[in-house]
């Protein structure tokens, strides 16, 4: 999404980048249906390595024919922070593949809330944003109704013998996305929600391509990551194509600009809450995948109780929001200017931005 594309005024822009978030994350959570379907027997760090190296060249050239002549380039003094970013977004993916490897497909959904708790943690620390009740609470409400959730869910079937490091590992997944948000943050004030991506997956696909070959030339690795793989780990079959397609474009262009540019205009908190949409956007896929198929419906789970926690997920989420709210509302009523409208501006001396408003 090009950044001059939108031009109203700063309400609808929030209200857009809202919604922009929560497209992004409905599009992860369907994401993991078609990735039950149809990425079974691929080395998932290969698919990795496909899905960044496709997505980085595919968004830079994006840039070049939709964003202004110059727009992709990078400044110096920016080159660390874009690094950073990438390093994020290949420890976002790696650790999320160990954790499902270790813990299960489902323990590694229900986890992806932790964000929240994370990154508001690390802005607050950073003093990128205020920590009210209100936001607190609602992503306590939130992630209770996650953990609830796995619970409950983890109930119906054996836990696996690794859960401990799987959950370990992804933990390590939930820090890496919220750094990943904040890395980008700053970035995203000065350049294309575009630029920042595509080079964000520049650095993931150099360090996950070194992973691979790693994994691939030791058998007791490529054993561990993928027994179905049959020593071969960089076979891709041709029932793969689809998964690896809808991944690359829907999964990695098009939801993470959405999602970044929403991090422009939100709080990191109320970006990352919106992680709680993607197993209840994994569950309605899934009960239409259903509906629709022959048994044994590619092994995808339908409704349960344990789904009933989506009300309490919603109620949480529900709260950020009304908090969101309210910081516009107030802000308005202080007569901070239009600029404040996106809600309380936290003003950041860096040292290579000189003064940066990052705005809620």
């Known amino acids: 999404?090009?950044?001059?594309?939108?031009s109203t005024s700063p309400k609808r822009n929030r209200c857009l980048a809202h919604g922009a978030v929560c497209m992004?994350?409905?599009?992860?959570?369907?994401?993991?249906?078609?990735?039950?379907?149809?990425?079974?027997?691929?080395?998932?760090?290969v698919f990795a390595f496909i899905r960044e190296g496709f997505s980085g060249p595919l968004l830079f050239f994006a840039g070049l024919l939709l964003l202004p002549r110059g727009s992709m380039r990078v400044g110096r003094e920016d080159v660390c922070r874009m690094i950073a970013a990438g390093l994020s977004v290949f420890g976002m993916n790696f650790f999320y593949i160990m954790g499902v490897k270790l813990a299960g497909s489902s323990t590694a959904a229900i986890w992806q809330p932790a964000q929240p708790i994370i990154a508001t943690c690390l802005a607050v620390m950073l003093r990128l944003e205020h920590a009210t009740c209100l936001k607190v609470l609602g992503i306590v409400v939130a992630c209770t109704g996650c953990v609830v959730y796995s619970v409950l869910d983890a109930d119906d079937g054996g836990a696996p013998s690794t859960a401990l490091e799987g959950n370990a590992a992804l933990l390590l997944q939930g820090f890496s996305g919220s750094c990943f948000y904040i890395a980008?943050?700053?970035?995203?004030?000065?350049?294309?929600?575009?630029?920042?991506?595509?080079?964000?997956?520049?650095?993931?696909?150099?360090?996950?391509?070194?992973?691979?070959v790693a994994v691939n030339n030791?058998?007791?690795?490529?054993?561990?990551?993928?027994?179905?793989?049959?020593?071969?780990?960089?076979?891709?079959?041709?029932?793969?194509?689809?998964?690896?397609?809808?991944?690359v474009v829907i999964g990695s262009m098009i939801s993470y600009t959405l999602i970044a540019w929403g991090n422009k205009h939100i709080d990191i908190s109320c970006v990352?809450?919106?992680?709680?949409?993607?197993?209840?956007a994994t569950t309605a896929v899934a009960i239409m995948v259903i509906a629709m198929t022959a048994a044994p419906h590619y092994g995808l789970r339908g409704f349960a109780m344990s789904d009933l926690c989506a009300l309490?997920?919603?109620?949480?989420?529900?709260?950020?929001l009304q908090d969101s709210y309210a910081a516009v509302k107030l802000s308005?009523?202080?007569g901070?200017?239009?600029?404040?409208?996106?809600?309380?501006?936290?003003?950041?001396?860096?040292?290579?931005?000189?003064t940066l408003s990052f705005c809620a």
């Open 1 to 6: 999404m090009s950044d001059s594309i939108i």
């Open 24 to 45: 992004g994350n409905v599009l992860f959570g369907a994401g993991n249906v078609v990735a039950q379907i149809g990425l079974g027997g691929i080395n998932p760090i």
């Open 184 to 212: 980008q943050k700053p970035l995203l004030k000065k350049y294309a929600t575009i630029c920042v991506l595509a080079y964000s997956y520049f650095t993931a696909t150099a360090v996950m391509g070194v992973i691979a």
């Open 218 to 247: 030791t058998p007791a690795l490529l054993d561990f990551i993928c027994k179905d793989c049959e020593g071969d780990g960089w076979r891709v079959t041709s029932d793969a194509i689809f998964g690896i397609a809808y991944w």
């Open 272 to 280: 990352t809450v919106y992680a709680v949409v993607q197993p209840v």
């Open 312 to 320: 309490v997920i919603f109620a949480g989420l529900g709260l950020v």
């Open 332 to 334: 308005l009523l202080e």
């Open 336 to 354: 901070e200017g239009p600029a404040s409208v996106l809600a309380s501006s936290v003003v950041v001396t860096d040292p290579n931005y000189a």
